[in-house]
């Protein structure tokens, strides 16, 4: 199991209550009676939360488990996520309601209405539709944080087509492999991006990616940045220009298709244990029922909430709690460009105050970075909107929580600590806001879900153990399969423990029953919160023409969590120069991305392996940190 920082919870563990005003105004009131009536009435639970959204026709059946772990969920329903997220709205008052505020990092500010916001997915699905984008199709968004990102999720998910968004810091790569395993027809990207300052080439970007793939057919690019940029004759298009073309004879109204509940409505790539990043598939039906149910519950959202993801829509995160969870609930979200520390490191408390945001969700990384700089710098802004916190990605350390609840959310904001995955679409663990925390555990399982915690036995283990998180029911907003790789979903997610899904997390439980997550059992490295595999990186290394082999292993890291280091065998007559490590670095960071650029690279004569030729991590782990090597036994060299 993984070595770790996080301490053995301590059952005695600080707790902090609620303020009775949060527990009185909570949506879910009663959440242990909630939790207890999910458990014995599963599907009714679901049915009663489906019920609360729009569907063209009611399903027939809400779980069908016939075929599992190959799981359905209203079965027989028909909808569209967009139904929800804009149809639903645009026909009520909410037409006038700010659906989205967004910031550039260099300060424009621009807003859509729900109104303005359905009327710039419909142009854009037209246009999308006039070049040949159809239901099933596949539309790759490359972008940075812009509104025409969640423009052209919502337009893509509206015609039927599934989007597959590759993060902007992504790079050449990394984005290669994501449009040609997803066969992408059209790519959405833009000029470029800003970031902390500088400046993301992303079309330039685009362009060598496609010299190393079949070319989709088209190119739109977003004129962001105003920067120039080569644009291939009768392959490439400006999105400005497409949006005022008559490309439909009514381009502001675009009908939503009707889906299946059970059909594709994104791919989103994550990285595994072995090989390539998986492609996992997320549907419209059951998704935007655990993503609404969830965001309205945990974060408590009320028609006058200003909602604040701090992610990126090129995560799961973004895609669950940027873009889909906050427009079903017909809620306002903020959405800004850039760094948090750009121009000051107190941008992001500047922009609570100046937008009165109420609910501020983040990661554990930024809010260790942003303690850095010091408690003068949230003390110059009125923080007094804020009503409730987040946190996602990996396990905050009681020392980031405690800053967070004090300087932040002065001492009166409940931090919402919630656990999930992009294979989870949804919070699994996650208190609301009426749940007791206990600083670095995610608390309960939601309602209806059932978690456990395995030993490698397939049993549970006892309170404070070490053991695998398991969920032995599922739920709707799950994965659906891997793209075009159902056989990898079954092995990966469904083998370990039979009929039983593994998440890849080792966890603890303390006596009051609260998870306290430790970390990854497998070769997915937490960098920021950013997911990446080992697998993806080493590929990249030996495409290097300098090197011969490498081995990549996480390290602790103070404010990043985890932080990447390389070890690395170079060809013959190479030497380790400074310069080469230096080349190597951005290398991984042209080829990967920079969120991949290795804390260090050290060059080595051999690794550590097994006879059978696999690279025992665990073993230059331990090594790096001083730690006990253990069974060393099936080591060859
Ligand atoms: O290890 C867990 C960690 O993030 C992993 C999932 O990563 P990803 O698919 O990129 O999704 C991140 C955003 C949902 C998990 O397997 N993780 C996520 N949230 C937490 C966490 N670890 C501890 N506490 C959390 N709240």
């Not at 919870?9 to 707790?15: I, L, R, S, Y």
């Not at 967009?82 to 990092?105: C, Q």
């Not at 909430?305 to 799961?316: F, K, S």
Request: glycine share 8%; net charge neutral.
């Amino acid at each position: 199991m993984q070595e770790t920082n996080v301490p053995i919870p301590n059952q005695d563990a600080e707790v902090f209550h609620p303020a009775p005003e949060i527990v009185a105004s909570a949506n879910v009131q009663n959440v242990d009676q909630v939790r207890r009536e999910a458990a014995i009435d599963l599907e009714g639970y679901w049915a009663r939360r489906a019920g609360e959204l729009e569907w063209y026709r009611k399903w027939d059946k809400v779980l069908d488990e016939s075929a599992k772990p190959f799981f359905k969920w209203f079965v027989g329903g028909k909808t569209n996520i967009v139904l929800n997220a804009l149809d639903r709205h645009v026909k009520t008052w909410r037409r006038n309601k700010l659906a989205l505020i967004w910031e550039g990092e260099t300060g424009e500010v621009r807003t859509y209405s729900y109104h303005a916001l359905n009327r710039e997915v419909c142009k854009f699905a037209n246009v999308l539709k006039s070049m040949g984008v159809a239901k099933g199709d596949r539309v790759t968004i490359y972008m940075p944080r812009i509104p025409e990102t969640v423009i052209a999720m919502l337009a893509t998910a509206k015609l039927g087509a599934i989007h597959s968004v590759v993060y902007g810091g992504f790079s050449v790569e990394a984005l290669h492999g994501r449009i040609e395993d997803s066969e992408s027809k059209v790519i959405v990207t833009a000029d470029g991006g800003r970031m902390n300052g500088k400046t993301v080439q992303l079309k330039k970007i685009v362009d060598e990616a496609l010299t190393r793939t079949a070319a989709p057919e088209n190119v739109v690019v977003v004129r962001h940045l105003g920067i120039d940029v080569s644009m291939e004759q009768g392959r490439d298009f400006w999105y400005h220009e497409l949006m005022t073309l008559p490309l439909a004879k009514n381009s502001m109204r675009c009908e939503t298709e009707v889906m299946d509940a059970e059909d594709p409505l994104f791919i989103l790539y994550t990285s595994g244990t072995t090989g390539k990043p998986k492609a996992i598939l997320h549907t419209h039906g059951g998704y935007q029922v655990g993503v609404y149910s969830t965001i309205k519950d945990v974060f408590d959202l009320k028609e006058e909430d200003r909602w604040w993801c701090t992610a990126d829509p090129g995560w799961i995160t973004g895609h669950s709690y940027i873009v889909y969870g906050p427009l079903l609930c017909g809620a306002t979200s903020f959405m800004y460009e850039g760094a948090p520390t750009y121009p000051y490191p107190d941008r992001w408390w500047a922009m609570i105050e100046k937008y009165g945001v109420t609910v501020f969700y983040s990661t554990p990384t930024a809010i260790r970075g942003l303690m850095r700089f010091g408690q003068a710098w949230p003390g110059r802004h009125d923080l007094s909107t804020l009503r409730l916190l987040g946190s996602v990605g990996e396990p905050i350390n009681p020392e980031a929580w405690r800053w967070f609840h004090k300087y932040i959310g002065r001492e009166k904001c409940p931090i919402m600590d919630t656990w999930w995955q992009t294979e989870t679409g949804m919070f699994l663990l996650t208190p609301l806001p009426a749940t007791p925390l206990k600083p670095g555990s995610a608390t309960l399982p939601y309602p209806g879900i059932d978690a456990d915690i395995f030993g490698e036995d397939g049993k549970p283990v006892k309170v404070g153990e070490e053991g695998f998180l398991v969920m032995r029911k599922p739920w709707p907003a799950m994965m659906r399969t891997i793209y075009k790789d159902p056989d990898r979903y079954v092995q990966t997610y469904w083998t370990k423990f039979p009929g039983v899904y593994f998440a890849g997390d080792s966890a603890r439980r303390d006596k009051d029953g609260y998870f306290w997550v430790i970390g990854r059992v497998d070769d997915v490295i937490k960098v920021s919160g950013y997911r990446l595999g080992t697998a993806e990186l080493e590929s990249a290394f030996i495409t290097h023409p300098a090197v011969a082999e490498a081995a990549v292993i996480g390290l602790p890291h103070e404010i990043k969590g985890t932080a990447i280091h390389a070890y690395v065998i170079l060809k013959p007559g190479q030497d380790g120069s400074d310069a080469l490590i230096e080349e190597l670095r951005q290398y991984i960071g042209h080829e990967v991305g920079p969120i991949a650029k290795p804390e260090k690279i050290t060059i080595v004569q051999s690794l550590p392996k097994t006879r059978s030729g696999k690279i025992m991590r665990r073993v230059l782990k331990a090594r790096a940190r001083g730690m006990d090597e253990g069974d060393l036994s099936t080591l060859e060299e």
